[in-house]
């Protein structure tokens, strides 16, 4: 008897992470349909393309899947996230909920949502003026209680900071990576860092987080998630391995004026051990990158 293949949404497709993890969906042969507002189109899979805070849309799509990887959200950077909280807030919270609802209708299967590990400092004072952050925590909290009353098996997947090819479309909204790729590139007399540079970062390569995703979706009871590398690496690290890459030297100047964030470093134990070392996911990146 013929297998039958996996029936997979992936929702937010066009998307940074929605559109590595649907590609490579169809490349694994799974029966991919790919949801988005943008009307992109990514070869071998079904595209749909509306607004999430539609019941109808959401209804339409959501029939008949065996799993549904959500990777829709609204974020930009944390200058965006705390001048306009609640419509990051909202622009988190709306879809999701929208969605979910339209998935009661259904039977019982597996979603795994996309969430940060950010979401480990809501409690903090400098979280709670972060509207993309509260967006997410509260999204977690309606999963949670989805998973409950639904039986759905609901894994949610707090991931570290995603970088890779793909990113940094939106020159508005830079996060870290593509914010100091495009610094580098740009200015040629030094590179001007905020703080003294000895802050740890973490980060996830997108192909590790993608695959983490895809075998999270084959486990059977739900759970919490924290993905990321181990590696760390300082801010002055990072710029110097973006400088490697793009095969340019610039003096590091810190501003210390700029307050330091602390270090807060995580022991990840993902399913699938991450194979993308820094430097060489930032090559990767700096090739492709239009920045
Ligand atoms: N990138 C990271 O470093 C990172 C780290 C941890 C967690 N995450 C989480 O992972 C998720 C995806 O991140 P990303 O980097 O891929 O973000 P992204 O590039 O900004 O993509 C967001 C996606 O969400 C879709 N979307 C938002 N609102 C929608 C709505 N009302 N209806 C339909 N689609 C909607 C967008 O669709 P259109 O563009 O078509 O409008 C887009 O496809 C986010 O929730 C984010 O919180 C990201």
């Not at 990576?177 to 390569?205: A, C, H």
Request: aromatic residues 6%; glycine residues 8%; charged residues 25%.
């Amino acid at each position: 008897m013929a297998h039958r293949r996996t029936r997979v949404l992936v929702v937010g497709a066009s998307g940074f992470i929605g559109r590595a993890l649907a590609e490579r969906l169809v490349r694994s042969g799974s029966r991919v349909t790919a949801v988005s507002r943008k009307r992109i189109r990514i070869p071998g899979a079904v595209m749909r393309h509306g607004d999430l805070r539609n019941p109808t849309f959401c209804r339409s799509v959501t029939r008949g899947m065996d799993v549904i990887h959500y990777a829709a959200g609204m974020r930009k950077n944390i200058a965006h996230h705390t001048a306009a909280p609640f419509d990051f807030f909202r622009g988190n919270l709306e879809p999701l909920l929208c969605f979910l609802d339209a998935l009661r209708k259904s039977p019982p299967r597996t979603l795994v949502y996309v969430s940060t590990t950010l979401v480990g400092y809501v409690g903090n004072s400098d979280g709670t003026d972060d509207g993309y952050l509260l967006g997410k925590y509260a999204s977690e909290l309606a999963l949670r209680a989805f998973a409950r009353e639904t039986g759905w098996t609901v894994h949610i997947v707090r991931s570290a900071a995603v970088y890779g090819p793909g990113d940094g479309t939106d020159p508005d909204a830079l996060t870290f990576i593509p914010s100091m790729i495009r610094k580098i590139r740009t200015n040629d007399r030094e590179l001007l860092v905020w703080g003294t540079g000895k802050r740890r970062l973490q980060f996830v390569y997108i192909d590790d987080l993608v695959a983490n995703l895809i075998a999270i979706g084959r486990k059977k009871r739900g759970d919490v998630f924290a993905i990321g590398n181990n590696q760390t690496a300082t801010v002055d690290q990072v710029a110097k391995m973006v400088m490697e890459a793009l095969g340019k030297k610039l003096p590091i100047r810190h501003d210390t004026g700029k307050p330091d964030k602390p270090s807060q470093i995580i022991r990840f134990t993902p399913p699938v051990k991450p194979r993308v070392d820094l430097r060489s996911g930032l090559r990767r990146t700096v090739t492709s990158s239009t920045l």
